[in-house]
Antibody
Framework: QIQLVESEGGVVRPGGSLRLSCAAS????????MHWVRQAPGKGLEWVAL????????YYADSVKGRFTISRDNSKNTLHLLMISLRAEDTAIYYC??????????????WGQGTLVPVSS | DIQMTQSPSSLSASVGDRVTVTCRAS??????LNWYQHKPGKAPELLIY???SLQSGVPSRFSGSGSGTDFTLTISSLQPEDFAAYYC?????????FGQGTRLEIK
């Protein structure tokens, strides 16, 4: 079955950096776009970033543009999110998410369990 | 960017009730509209994709409709396990924005 397993988050100081990873299995990883979606405490879901199936293009929410970098290693079925210059407002649960594709309205059909990233001094 | 507006933001209902949640896009998005259920401590789950297609494994009491800018999610007969938050999401263009969510609570 399809599984997405995020690496542990952990407390980060404001201004600090962290790289999240997501190990994918149960599907042909190199054929699908992948996303990061987050949820801050008490808030709704926020789309963060998308990387195309082949890593050719990446897209970001304005709130993270220039600070976050999404990448993938199709040889290792792994998705990454490098976060720098972290702010308190980046505190959230971060989900690794599979894109179901254009014909399925770019819905998010599989989600990881989420990893908490607290940004605090 | 496309803004997604859900209503209501919260809703109280009883087991067996029929409930409807609406989602409006700030510009036409055809049927690139998806619905999710999110329970505390768990990952969100896809319910409806492409406005009206039921995701595999999702009970048939869930349905979706709409196109263009106006969409609805309907639960025909609420079950105890349906009390959760619901989100719409547009897949028409990046950034793939979510609605602010609808919290469905037990009356």
């Amino acid at each position: 079955q399809i599984q997405l397993v995020e690496s542990e988050g952990g407390v980060v100081r404001p201004g600090g950096s962290l790289r999240l990873s997501c190990a994918a299995s149960g599907f042909t990883f190199s054929q699908y776009g992948m996303h990061w979606v987050r949820q801050a405490p008490g808030k709704g879901l926020e789309w963060v970033a998308l990387i195309q199936y082949d890593g050719g293009k990446a897209y970001y929410a304005d709130s993270v543009k220039g600070r976050f970098t999404i990448s993938r290693d199709n040889s290792k079925n792994t998705l990454h999110l490098l976060m720098i210059s972290l702010r308190a407002e980046d505190t959230a649960i971060y989900y690794c998410v599979k894109d179901a594709g254009y014909v399925n309205a770019h819905s998010f059909d599989y989600w990881g369990q989420g990893t908490l990233v607290p940004v605090s001094s | 960017d496309i803004q997604m507006t859900q209503s209501p933001s919260s809703l109280s209902a009883s087991v067996g009730d029929r409930v409807t949640v609406t989602c409006r896009a700030s510009q036409p998005i055809s049927t690139y509209l998806n619905w999710y259920q999110h329970k505390p401590g768990k990952a969100p789950e896809l319910l409806i994709y492409a406005a009206s297609s039921l995701q595999s494994g999702v009970p048939s009491r869930f349905s979706g409709s709409g196109s263009g800018t106006d969409f609805t999610l309907t639960i025909s007969s609420l079950q105890p396990e349906d009390f959760a938050a619901y989100y719409c999401q547009q897949g028409y263009s990046t950034p793939y924005t979510f609605g602010q969510g609808t919290r469905l609570e037990i009356k």
